[in-house]
């Protein structure tokens, strides 16, 4: 089977510090990749570079699109690469107003990703986001709402619909649960466990909270001074880790 993605030695540096080192991977169709490790570790590095937010230094991201099969997207164009983000990637930030217009509408947050690929009717668009706001648990009468209306583990959702309405192959998420109270969090997680789940999606998620992984990842990879220092299934890492560092991870956790 090929990759839906394929991450080969990716490098960024800042000066003398690295960002990361040397990262490969394979991403499988279907498949959720987790990426834990403590603030700077490099994992948001790591994700912002696949992600085309950031150039690495070294490195290839390629991505199997739907017309050309394998590309490598750091060579892309600017308007390719715009259009892959459109379409067939999309970005689940941390803090939900990073990528919403908070001066539109919930419908309209939503309509504009489908208008960004091209659909003009209306009529229709709106009966899209409506049908997904619904889908993220947001009743269909908050459509001409505004996000400043909206609780932060509404944003979220709303932030979840806006990327998702174009039936992207593949989702970046950083730290998609993080600053949310423990029981908008929990509520969120299944939401994302079902939509990762119904609609075949793959995923890159980063995130310091093991639970997140442990719920949502087929894999896991643990980074640590922009360095993968462990790599396998997710229950395998977390129940026997084999580094010294993931072992101290999982235990800090445990210890809570």
Avoid at 1 to 21: D, E, F, N, W
Avoid at 23 to 44: A, H, N, Q, T
Avoid at 160 to 174: E, H, Y
Avoid at 206 to 211: C, E, I
Wanted: aromatic share 4%.
């Amino acid at each position: 089977m090929t990759p839906l993605l394929s991450v080969q030695g990716i490098t960024k540096r800042y000066g003398t510090h690295i960002g990361c080192a040397d990262v490969s991977f394979d991403l499988y169709p279907g498949e959720v990749m987790g990426i834990v490790g403590e603030s700077g570790s490099g994992k948001s590095t790591l994700l912002n570079c696949m992600a085309g937010h950031l150039t690495p230094d070294a490195g290839q991201v390629v991505f199997d699109t739907r017309t050309d099969g394998p590309h490598d997207t750091i060579t892309m164009s600017e308007p390719e690469r715009r259009m892959l983000g459109r379409t067939d990637w999309a970005f689940v930030h941390q803090h939900a107003r990073d990528g919403l217009r908070i001066g539109v509408s919930a419908g309209g947050n939503v309509g504009e990703r489908l208008m960004a690929v091209g659909e003009r009717n209306y009529g229709d668009i709106r009966e899209k986001a409506t049908d997904w706001l619904g889908r993220v648990e947001i009743d269909a009468s908050r459509v001409d709402d505004r996000p400043t209306t909206f609780s932060g583990g509404m944003q979220q959702r709303l932030q979840i619909a806006r990327n998702l309405v174009t039936g992207p192959r593949l989702v970046f998420m950083d730290e998609p649960t993080g600053g949310l109270d423990v029981s908008v969090q929990a509520r969120l997680l299944d939401l994302l466990r079902g939509l990762v789940r119904d609609m075949g999606l793959s995923a890159i998620i980063v995130t310091h909270d093991l639970a997140v992984v442990r719920l949502l990842a087929d894999r896991l990879m643990v980074m640590k001074t922009g360095r993968v220092v462990e790599a396998g299934l997710t229950d395998q890492v977390l129940d026997d880790p084999q580094h010294a560092y993931s072992q101290l991870l999982v235990s800090s956790v445990l210890q809570v």
